[in-house]
């Protein structure tokens, strides 16, 4: 065996262990990044309650959240430049890629009224049960044009726990 050969053969699992270590840790960064946004909603929803509080309509704190909103990211698609006007026309695509918008309408005035009356964590916690509930459903048809990825024992499992956390967290 030449010695090339020989380096060969060693490189190759040590290069499969560099992207498997590569992997898990891009995983983990996505990890993090998601909790950090999970931890953004109550955030904003707590400060959307106090706006709804100073301005007297949640309706009102909703329509300022999304115009501040609106404008930082018009401010950060223009700075990376990220938009072109042909992105925004609509013959050929369904109906519904056009609805986040309004899904947020109801969610963010409609956070505000429940955490005024339910409390952040309760409020949260049905919020992240019926996301869990609505993602599995998605998941297991394919909706909405994600990979259909099928329901399991153990998805259902968390859910399930998810669904008594959520019983506990409103009884104690």
């Given at each position: 065996?030449?010695?090339?050969?020989?380096?060969?053969?060693?490189?190759?699992?040590?290069?499969?262990?560099?992207?498997?270590?590569?992997?898990?840790?891009?995983?983990?960064?996505?990890?993090?990044?998601?909790?950090?946004?999970?931890?953004?909603?109550?955030?904003?929803?707590?400060?959307?309650?106090?706006?709804?509080?100073?301005?007297?309509?949640?309706?009102?704190?909703?329509?300022?959240?999304?115009?501040?909103g609106t404008i930082g990211l018009l401010l950060f698609v223009l700075a990376a430049r990220q938009i072109?006007?042909?992105?925004?026309?609509?013959?050929?695509?369904?109906?519904?890629?056009?609805?986040?918008?309004?899904?947020?309408?109801?969610?963010?005035?409609?956070?505000v009224v429940v955490l005024a009356r339910l409390g952040t964590v309760l409020a949260f916690s049905l919020v992240l049960a019926g996301q869990m509930l609505a993602a599995i459903l998605i998941d297991q048809y394919g909706w909405l044009g994600v990979s259909i990825r099928e329901i399991s024992w153990g998805r259902m499992a968390g859910v399930i726990l998810l669904i008594v956390g959520v019983v506990m967290i409103r009884k104690f």
């Open positions: 065996m030449f010695m090339a050969e020989r380096d060969c053969y060693l490189t190759v699992p040590f290069m499969l262990s560099e992207i498997i270590i590569l992997h898990m840790q891009t995983k983990i960064l996505f990890i993090i990044m998601a909790l950090s946004l999970g931890a953004i909603l109550p955030i904003q929803a707590a400060i959307n309650a106090k706006l709804a509080k100073t301005v007297g309509s949640p309706m009102v704190a909703a329509f300022v959240s999304f115009s501040v072109s006007w042909q992105q925004f026309a609509v013959h050929g695509r369904p109906w519904w890629l056009w609805s986040g918008g309004i899904l947020g309408i109801f969610f963010v005035s409609g956070i």
